[in-house]
């Protein structure tokens, strides 16, 4: 069974904080239609991976979807859009509010449609504030929240590859979305949930800003190696890398055993997580001999049997078919028009003991249920035609 299986959810979502969380809810069982413009969504096309530049990225956030295209401001799009609202549950849409305001997406034109609408909404900086009508992405709510600050090296700031903070949003915006579901249930009442990449930057940040503001201690980026806790680095074996995280005084102990080394434990400058954050170079250096000795499978090994965290730095292409990968099926082989191979797409990163969230259908092609949809929306063939020659889908 699938746990969200009579709630439908329109996704009007761009890139990542909106399109992910229909993806979620879609997991989830709900029926997600995926809306775009009629050439297309500008995410459809990021990282090509097919001859006619169908995007990676589309096919990972747009899994469990089904797909049209819809041109809200031509004659006809309205009306076409008021139908699919007052089918609909959600709709997610991570665009400017006067963006949302000229398509009829805002809160107002929707309730007008359907009272107990849930409207589910990203902006970059939250709405209001001297910043609230600029647009943005992921790296700049990195950039602000101090990440890139204390990622890399102290003379150049760095940003994570990947967009967590899109994804975190993404991530947020679909609890939001079932909470306000939950109300729904309980009073009747839609509502209008608001995401926003800088505050969901603040909260990952939020305990080295709170030490920031009490004790004043301008960290600066270290690289790899932790600041809070030792050892915390990456350190080269002798055919790799591999990540070690030792945080608390049991985790230390056990390194300082597997180092055979017992001063680690009676030297004051190494007692506590802080004092060892401080002199992290002195055991990163340590932790260094002793895997520049070793492979890295040798290494790994010795850390898991001493109950240390610890994993391989991985390229991606090692990745795919690393053995905890494979094993636990976390990306699921999906095929796509156009592909030499099925596309390894991340399901669901959640199990449920009594819900099937595994993934039902690939990402859609451009409009690939347009005529699907409106039929069930009450359009006829001649409708659709007319529609389609003047590009309203």
Same mark, same amino acid.
């Given at each position: 069974?699938?746990?969200?299986?009579?709630?439908? &959810?329109?996704?009007?979502?761009?890139? !990542?904080?909106?399109?992910?969380?229909?993806?979620?809810?879609?997991?989830?069982?709900?029926?997600?239609?995926? !809306?775009?413009?009629?050439?297309?969504?500008?995410?459809?096309?990021?990282?090509?991976?097919?001859?006619?530049?169908?995007?990676?990225?589309?096919?990972?956030?747009?899994?469990?979807?089904?797909?049209? $295209?819809?041109?809200?401001?031509?004659?006809?799009?309205?009306?076409?859009?008021?139908?699919?609202?007052?089918?609909?549950?959600?709709? !997610?849409?991570?665009?400017?509010?006067?963006?949302?305001?000229?398509?009829?997406?805002?809160?107002?034109?929707?309730?007008?449609?359907?009272?107990?609408?849930?409207? /589910? /909404?990203? $902006?970059?900086?939250?709405?209001?504030?001297? *910043?609230?009508?600029?647009?943005?992405?992921?790296?700049?709510?990195?950039?602000?929240?101090?990440?890139?600050? #204390?990622?890399?090296?102290? +003379?150049?700031?760095?940003?994570?590859?990947?967009? *967590?903070?899109?994804?975190?949003?993404?991530?947020?915006?679909?609890?939001?979305?079932?909470?306000?579901?939950?109300?729904?249930?309980?009073?009747?009442?839609?509502?209008?949930?608001?995401?926003?990449?800088?505050?969901?930057?603040?909260?990952?940040? +939020?305990?080295?800003?709170?030490?920031?503001?009490?004790?004043?201690?301008?960290?600066?980026?270290?690289?790899?190696?932790?600041?809070?806790?030792?050892?915390?680095?990456?350190?080269?074996?002798?055919?790799?890398?591999?990540?070690?995280?030792?945080?608390?005084?049991?985790?230390?102990?056990?390194?300082?055993?597997?180092?055979?080394?017992?001063?680690?434990?009676?030297?004051?400058?190494?007692? /506590?997580?802080?004092?060892?954050?401080?002199?992290?170079?002195?055991?990163?250096?340590?932790?260094?001999?002793?895997?520049?000795?070793?492979?890295?499978?040798?290494?790994?090994?010795?850390?898991?049997?001493?109950? !240390?965290?610890?994993?391989?730095?991985? /390229?991606?292409?090692?990745?795919? &078919?690393?053995?905890?990968?494979?094993?636990?099926?976390? #990306?699921? =082989? &999906?095929? *796509?028009?156009?592909?030499?191979?099925?596309?390894?797409?991340?399901?669901?990163?959640?199990?449920?003991?009594?819900?099937?969230?595994?993934?039902?259908?690939?990402? =859609?092609?451009?409009?690939?249920?347009?005529?699907?949809?409106?039929?069930?929306?009450?359009?006829?063939?001649?409708?659709?035609?007319?529609?389609?020659?003047?590009?309203?889908?």
């Amino acid at each position: 069974m699938t746990i969200l299986q009579d709630l439908r &959810v329109l996704d009007f979502g761009r890139y !990542i904080a909106g399109p992910f969380c229909g993806a979620l809810l879609g997991d989830l069982g709900a029926d997600v239609i995926r !809306i775009e413009k009629v050439d297309g969504s500008e995410d459809r096309y990021t990282a090509p991976v097919t001859d006619d530049k169908q995007g990676s990225g589309f096919m990972a956030l747009n899994r469990n979807k089904r797909g049209m $295209t819809l041109n809200p401001r031509k004659p006809g799009g309205q009306d076409i859009l008021r139908r699919l609202v007052a089918t609909a549950d959600v709709v !997610i849409a991570n665009l400017p509010p006067d963006t949302l305001e000229s398509m009829g997406l805002d809160y107002a034109s929707l309730t007008a449609v359907k009272p107990d609408i849930i409207l /589910t /909404t990203t $902006t970059a900086f939250g709405v209001g504030g001297p *910043y609230g009508n600029r647009v943005g992405f992921d790296g700049v709510a990195q950039a602000m929240s101090g990440n890139m600050h #204390l990622t890399g090296y102290e +003379n150049e700031p760095m940003k994570n590859y990947f967009p *967590y903070v899109d994804y975190t949003t993404a991530s947020l915006n679909t609890m939001a979305t079932l909470a306000a579901i939950i109300h729904r249930m309980n009073t009747g009442e839609g509502q209008h949930v608001q995401g926003c990449l800088l505050a969901s930057a603040l909260t990952v940040a +939020n305990g080295t800003l709170i030490e920031q503001s009490i004790l004043d201690n301008n960290r600066a980026a270290t690289g790899n190696r932790g600041q809070t806790a030792a050892p915390i680095d990456v350190f080269r074996t002798t055919d790799g890398w591999i990540l070690v995280q030792v945080v608390g005084n049991p985790l230390f102990e056990r390194w300082a055993k597997l180092m055979g080394e017992a001063h680690w434990l009676t030297d004051p400058r190494y007692a /506590t997580d802080e004092t060892r954050g401080d002199n992290a170079a002195d055991i990163s250096e340590r932790m260094g001999r002793w895997t520049a000795e070793r492979s890295t499978a040798e290494a790994m090994a010795l850390l898991a049997d001493a109950r !240390i965290p610890c994993g391989e730095v991985l /390229t991606p292409a090692e990745t795919l &078919v690393n053995e905890q990968v494979v094993a636990r099926g976390f #990306l699921e =082989p &999906v095929d *796509y028009p156009g592909l030499p191979r099925p596309a390894p797409v991340g399901r669901m990163p959640v199990d449920f003991s009594m819900a099937d969230t595994g993934i039902r259908r690939r990402a =859609p092609t451009l409009g690939e249920h347009t005529e699907e949809i409106l039929e069930e929306l009450g359009y006829d063939a001649g409708n659709i035609s007319d529609f389609r020659s003047r590009r309203v889908i």
